[in-house]
């Protein structure tokens, strides 16, 4: 199975997607103008302690204070908060925790009225992003990941992931890590860490007590609110938690983006030199791993599931609600349970990649299409669930109820990721009132003609959409090659599946846009003008 991360730079931010096997599983979009991302550690302060909910809200500079429940403070939030004291005034000299003294642990049963007070500061950590009206989520138990370990400091336990099942490897593991483990830090060991040897583990502690030294220096000048220290941006962060043996190219199209990742590829895995591809290709890089159309595709409220069938997804403040919905396979099985049973299975599969792609949180709800055999569900289940292990987010899957739905609880960290697959009318932009599509070729064939001789420009490109760039490009004698023929200059045409039928763009030699006077406009706004002057 390959694992491909395509990485398009825009002016807004990244769009990242992960493809298996060429079927995309994740998208993303990480956006330049965020601030507050999981992982991130605050300079925050107490603006209002609320006994009735055990909790706090804390301003760490988002237009809705972020909140704190007591038991996200940790165990060590004394120490941690006294420790943070002293940094902030100057009276801690050095970043590491060898005989710093520990206070008593916190009680796991205990009052936040008792602990905090209003105005008080402290650092805490991002684990939920805001989420529609709710704030950021926030916690005092701080941890730096790796990409093998997960550093926590004060504490001084070292624990395995329960993935790794070998008894022996997890001996290994701890005794590897408790020899080369700082005092005053703890330390979690990933899953990925299975099988590897003390220098990569080494390596990656390393780069982690960096970044507690890169805290304990941002933190002796911070002022109230500061972000203190910035996890990795989505896209490093993704290439940390899922690089494996597995995965055969990253693409980027951003000389930035990919100085930045050959960097951070170079700390955590030099032994795969080769891996990341900077793409230079003509066609848009989206376009070119067949990614457009399977957004278009997989983010409506319709989706189709491959072999037949379909789902129609509805999303609640509350739930996310999915229907599988048999189509056209109704009858293609001698009974009603084996019909039931194989759409159901293809849709499993759909609905455990739907949730992964659209990263959606908290409760959903999928309405199986009804059947009898006790056997039928549990093989339901057991697909959704083995479809969803590859999951990074934390799941819960109940048993399929006797009216055939099943409920499912997904980790919710940030907001759902939804793309508008509806489209404005390209032609009267969402008035109804339209003239001849016809008339979009002769509009093009004019703007040329202007282009090439009366602006005596060259080396036009003309974005337009698939058919009618068909249009231009196909037959013995295509459009394009009249065009040559008759001005000798040559026209690139370029299919953009993100224009409407009947919208094109013109670039310069210099790839700039070139502000184009539309007929079709002009009769829109004369008809617009007729139908006033009516009334």
């Given at each position: 199975?390959?694992?491909?991360?395509?990485?398009?730079?825009?002016?807004?931010?990244?769009?990242?997607?992960?493809?298996?096997?060429?079927?995309?599983?994740?998208?993303?979009?990480?956006r330049?103008?965020?601030?507050?991302?999981?992982?991130?550690?605050?300079?925050?302060?107490?603006?209002?302690?609320?006994?009735?909910?055990n909790?706090?809200?804390?301003?760490?500079?988002?237009?809705?204070?972020?909140?704190?429940?007591?038991?996200?403070?940790?165990?060590?939030?004394?120490?941690?908060?006294?420790?943070?004291?002293?940094?902030?005034?100057?009276?801690?000299?050095?970043?590491?925790?060898?005989?710093?003294?520990?206070?008593?642990?916190?009680?796991?049963?205990?009052?936040?009225?008792?602990?905090?007070?209003?105005?008080?500061?402290?650092?805490?950590?991002?684990?939920?992003?805001?989420?529609?009206?709710?704030?950021?989520?926030?916690?005092?138990?701080?941890s730096?990941?790796g990409?093998?370990?997960?550093?926590?400091p004060?504490?001084?336990?070292?624990?395995?992931?329960?993935?790794?099942?070998?008894?022996?490897?997890?001996?290994?593991?701890?005794?590897?890590?408790?020899?080369?483990?700082?005092?005053?830090?703890?330390?979690?060991?990933?899953?990925?860490?299975?099988?590897?040897?003390?220098?990569?583990?080494?390596?990656?502690?390393?780069?982690?007590?960096?970044?507690?030294?890169?805290?304990?220096?941002?933190l002796?000048?911070?002022?109230?609110?500061?972000?203190?220290?910035?996890?990795?941006g989505?896209?490093?962060?993704?290439?940390?938690?899922?690089?494996?043996?597995s995965?055969?190219?990253?693409?980027?199209?951003?000389?930035?983006?990919?100085?930045?990742?050959?960097?951070?590829?170079?700390?955590?895995?030099?032994?795969?030199?080769?891996?990341?591809?900077?793409?230079?290709?003509?066609?848009?890089?989206f376009?070119?791993?067949?990614?457009?159309?399977?957004?278009?595709?997989?983010?409506?409220?319709?989706?189709?599931?491959?072999?037949?069938g379909?789902?129609?997804?509805?999303h609640?403040?509350?739930?996310?609600?999915?229907?599988?919905?048999?189509?056209?396979?109704?009858?293609?099985?001698?009974?009603?349970?084996?019909?039931?049973?194989?759409?159901?299975?293809?849709?499993?599969?759909?609905?455990?990649?739907?949730?992964?792609?659209?990263?959606?949180?908290?409760?959903?709800?999928?309405?199986?299409?009804?059947?009898?055999?006790?056997?039928?569900?549990?093989?339901?289940?057991?697909?959704?669930?083995?479809?969803?292990?590859?999951?990074?987010a934390?799941?819960?899957?109940?048993?399929?109820?006797?009216?055939?739905?099943?409920?499912?609880?997904?980790?919710?960290?940030?907001?759902?990721?939804?793309?508008?697959?509806?489209?404005?009318?390209p032609?009267?932009?969402?008035?109804?009132?339209?003239?001849a599509?016809?008339?979009?070729?002769?509009?093009?064939?004019?703007?040329?003609?202007?282009?090439?001789?009366?602006?005596?420009?060259?080396?036009?490109?003309?974005?337009?959409?698939?058919?009618?760039?068909?249009?231009?490009?196909?037959?013995l004698?295509?459009?394009?090659?009249?065009?040559?023929?008759?001005?000798?200059?040559?026209?690139?045409?370029?299919?953009?599946?993100?224009?409407?039928?009947?919208?094109?763009?013109?670039?310069?030699?210099?790839?700039?846009?070139?502000?184009?006077?539309?007929?079709?406009?002009?009769?829109?706004?004369?008809?617009?003008?007729?139908?006033?002057?009516?009334?």
């Open positions: 199975m390959s694992n491909e991360l395509i990485i398009n730079s825009t002016q807004e931010g990244e769009r990242i997607a992960l493809l298996q096997d060429k079927r995309l599983i994740e998208y993303h979009f990480d330049n103008d965020t601030n507050y991302a999981v992982g991130d550690i605050f300079l925050g302060t107490v603006k209002k302690v609320m006994p009735g909910l909790a706090a809200f804390i301003d760490i500079g988002y237009q809705k204070d972020a909140f704190l429940h007591y038991g996200d403070l940790g165990e060590q939030f004394q120490t941690l908060a006294k420790w943070t004291r002293l940094v902030h005034t100057g009276k801690a000299p050095v970043a590491h925790l060898k005989g710093f003294p520990r206070d008593a642990a916190l009680e796991k049963v205990g009052k936040m009225a008792d602990v905090l007070k209003k105005g008080q500061q402290l650092l805490v950590q991002i684990v939920k992003e805001p989420i529609s009206t709710k704030g950021p989520r926030l916690s005092s138990d701080l730096m990941a990409r093998y370990l997960v550093l926590m004060f504490s001084d336990t070292i624990s395995v992931s329960k993935k790794i099942v070998s008894r022996t490897e997890r001996d290994r593991l701890k005794r590897l890590i408790a020899s080369i483990k700082p005092d005053g830090f703890g330390v979690i060991i990933r899953t990925v860490a299975e099988g590897r040897d003390v220098a990569e583990l080494d390596r990656d502690m390393q780069n982690m007590v960096s970044m507690w030294e890169r805290l304990y220096q941002n002796r000048t911070a002022k109230p609110n500061d972000k203190v220290l910035g996890e990795l989505r896209t490093s962060s993704m290439i940390r938690d899922m690089l494996n043996e995965f055969d190219a990253i693409h980027v199209d951003s000389q930035a983006m990919h100085d930045e990742l050959k960097t951070y590829l170079q700390q955590i895995a030099p032994d795969k030199p080769d891996l990341l591809k900077f793409y230079t290709g003509k066609t848009k890089m376009e070119q791993f067949d990614i457009e159309k399977q957004l278009k595709t997989l983010f409506g409220k319709t989706v189709t599931v491959p072999g037949g379909y789902l129609v997804i509805e609640t403040e509350a739930l996310h609600v999915i229907d599988v919905n048999s189509g056209n396979k109704s009858n293609q099985q001698s009974d009603q349970e084996a019909t039931a049973l194989m759409v159901n299975l293809a849709a499993a599969k759909e609905v455990a990649r739907q949730l992964r792609l659209r990263d959606m949180g908290g409760i959903v709800v999928v309405d199986f299409i009804d059947m009898r055999s006790g056997d039928s569900r549990k093989k339901v289940e057991d697909t959704v669930y083995n479809i969803m292990a590859q999951d990074r934390k799941f819960t899957i109940l048993p399929i109820t006797k009216f055939g739905l099943l409920q499912i609880t997904r980790q919710r960290v940030r907001p759902e990721q939804n793309i508008i697959t509806t489209e404005l009318c032609t009267c932009g969402g008035t109804g009132k339209i003239t599509s016809i008339l979009v070729t002769d509009e093009i064939d004019t703007s040329i003609a202007d282009l090439l001789v009366n602006q005596n420009h060259s080396g036009l490109t003309l974005h337009v959409h698939p058919f009618l760039h068909a249009y231009y490009t196909k037959g004698v295509s459009k394009q090659m009249k065009w040559y023929l008759k001005y000798y200059k040559w026209v690139k045409v370029v299919k953009d599946t993100s224009l409407g039928l009947t919208d094109y763009r013109i670039q310069d030699e210099r790839g700039e846009d070139i502000e184009l006077h539309s007929r079709a406009a002009e009769l829109n706004s004369l008809q617009d003008r007729d139908d006033e002057s009516d009334d």
